[in-house]
């Protein structure tokens, strides 16, 4: 039977009809090891023969026993590891087995015979060809799909060969949606029966369209990050929880001429200031040591030998049991928002100086709650009081201030009233206003709303001068012409 097909069929004919009827099977005449395991492999139960041990007297038999290692018996597995186990189900067991196997797999399965026609299939690959399985048996693989046909012969070939073909990734045709393909890995895997020869291959197909399309978003997503990082004006980096770099973005040689490589541990400490290095790993070791998120600003030299000022910012990733495992942050330029910023200063500090010096008080205030922002000195002298930020400008109206014919001024007809309610512009306005301290002085008022890019008000601005002194001497020349007008009156 290790030699002859027929001889073979013949006891694995044997063998299947006494398992079918629940029969004990023996084999008889085993004479060597390809014999044992074959009859192991067709599922006899006993053997017996030369390979076991001959024939003796008797009274050998005891002293034999004793010393023999028990041979391999047919109930047990073979000793070639290569051999595959036999099932110990009924052959009409085990086939009901497979087939629930077979059709109940995710994957697609079949099995073509020599000549490339179809002996089984399961339900999956009968639903993915949308062709019931009755129409695929016994009818060659060109036949049912001459379009697959030609991608399909190397592979077919080959294992008809003896080689196995596995993982090959093919576009597979959705016969219900010509225009959608399933993306799938097929294998060719080549059947060989009990002596080694090939008596056809089996074919798997797994979809793998789900997969593929993740992994294509994923690889968009990835690919959308890197362009994200690359036109990122930050430059991302990540550190490991003891501080030192472990990853840098390309961008930061960019700027400082630093590759990655040098930039990595504590080497992009090179570029900074010497000036910023020590405050700078001062406020890295507090958060390395307490976990709390760093935030930073140092200067950098430039590829081109000049100082820019940059931000770093970090925070730590912790794992589960609250460990930080990794810091991950960005640097970001901010020479051009220094710059400035200082521009701004200097220019405040010009504004303050002019704000200060002239001879005219004036008041800001925001809106619409009227709280004072600030006041100049010649306000607060002009006013005899303190102008305190914050303040409401009710302040300054609870004294009151009274028109020229003596009635008093509404708080709605205050200029700065107006200028932040109405958005006007107003005065000069001339009123007698009662300070703290109980004197009387007459101011000119001028007020104006602030603006902002949407033309919304924001606040206004209040200028007011001391025009005690003018109005009474406009009063006393009054005065002066009605008495010589009266007195030429009377000469007449």
Known sequence: MTFTRESRKIAAAIIGL??????????EGIEDKAHADMLLWLGCDLGQGYFYGKPIPAEELPSLLADKTPSPSLDTPASDPTMPLRLEALPTQRLAQLHAIYDGAPVGLCFLNRDLRYISVNK?????????????????????????????????LRALEGHAVSGIEVPYPKPDQPRQNYTTLVSFQPARDEVDEIIGISVAVVDITDRKLAEEALAESEDHYRHTVELNPQVPWTSNPKGAIIDVSHRWE????????????????????????????????????????????????????????????????????????????????????????????????RLQAIFD???????????????????????????RSPVIPRQKIDAFRQSGAFRAD??????????????????EIT????????????????????????????????????????????????????????KLKSERDHKT
């Open 18 to 27: 006494g398992n079918s009827l629940g029969l004990l099977t023996v084999a």
């Open 124 to 156: 999956r690959l009968a639903e993915m060809h949308n062709i019931p399985v009755a129409k695929h048996l016994g009818r060659p693989f060109p036949e049912v799909h001459p379009n697959l046909y030609k991608q399909f012969e190397p592979y077919l």
């Open 254 to 349: 960019e700027l400082t001429g630093l590759t990655k490589p040098q930039a990595l541990g504590d080497g992009w400490i090179r570029v900074l200031h010497p000036d910023d290095i020590r405050p700078t790993l001062a406020q890295w070791d507090i958060s390395l040591s307490t976990g709390e998120p760093i935030d930073v600003e140092y200067r950098i030299r430039r590829r081109d030998g000049l100082w820019r000022w940059m931000r770093a910012r970090a925070a730590p990733r912790r794992t589960e049991s609250g460990e930080i495992m990794r810091w991950y942050g960005t640097v970001e330029d901010i020479d051009d928002r220094k710059k400035a910023e200082a521009a701004l200063r200097a220019s405040e500090a």
């Open 357 to 383: 010096a002239v001879p005219v008080g004036l008041i800001i205030a925001e809106a619409p709650s009227g709280r004072i922002i600030k006041g100049n000195p010649q306000a607060e002298k002009i006013l």
């Open 406 to 423: 003596g009635r008093q001024l509404d708080p709605r007809d205050y200029p700065l009233a107006r200028a932040i309610l109405h958005g």
């Open 427 to 482: 005065g000069p306005d001339e009123f007698l206003y009662h300070a703290e301290d109980g004197s009387y002085t007459w101011l000119s008022a001028t007020a104006a709303p602030v603006r902002d890019q949407n033309n919304q008000v924001t606040g206004g601005v209040l200028a007011i001068q001391d025009i005690d002194a003018t109005k009474r001497e406009r009063q006393r020349l009054r005065e002066i012409v009605e």
